[in-house]
Nanobody, 124 residues
Framework: QLQLEESGGGLAQAGGSLRLSCAAA????????VGWFRQAPGTEREFVAA????????EYADSVKGRFTISSDNALSTLYLHMNALKPEDTGAYYC?????????????????WGQGTQVTVSS
């Protein structure tokens, strides 16, 4: 299975931007659906965005739609999350995830081996 490592988190002001990256190793990146999840302290992990690496079909959580853009570079086996117009409620640890089948499968795989994530903090 894909091995993923997140990077690019940091501190931003409300209204600012960050770009997160997720580097994949292992099997062919283009064979997978990949996406981003986030978790604030004391809350459940929630879906943020996903993309099919093979055809570019994308899906976003309503809370980030219009502000975040997910993209992938299959040649570099890298997933990106461009975050614009950041809000304090975007604060949390961001994790990337892969699934061999579909975006639905990505959301419903409850036994995924999560990595360390990358921390995003948005101040007022």
């Amino acid at each position: 299975q894909l091995q993923l490592e997140e990077s690019g988190g940091g501190l931003a002001q409300a209204g600012g931007s960050l770009r997160l990256s997720c580097a994949a190793a292992g099997r062919r990146f283009g064979d997978y659906v990949v996406g981003w999840f986030r978790q604030a302290p004391g809350t459940e992990r929630e879906f943020v965005a996903a993309i099919s690496a093979s055809d570019g079909v994308r899906e976003y959580a309503d809370s980030v739609k219009g502000r975040f853009t997910i993209s992938s570079d299959n040649a570099l086996s890298t997933l990106y999350l461009h975050m614009n117009a950041l809000k304090p409620e975007d604060t949390g640890a961001y994790y990337c995830k892969s699934n061999r089948f579909s975006i639905t499968g990505l959301k419903l795989d409850y036994f995924y081996p999560w990595g360390q994530g990358t921390q995003v903090t948005v101040s007022s």
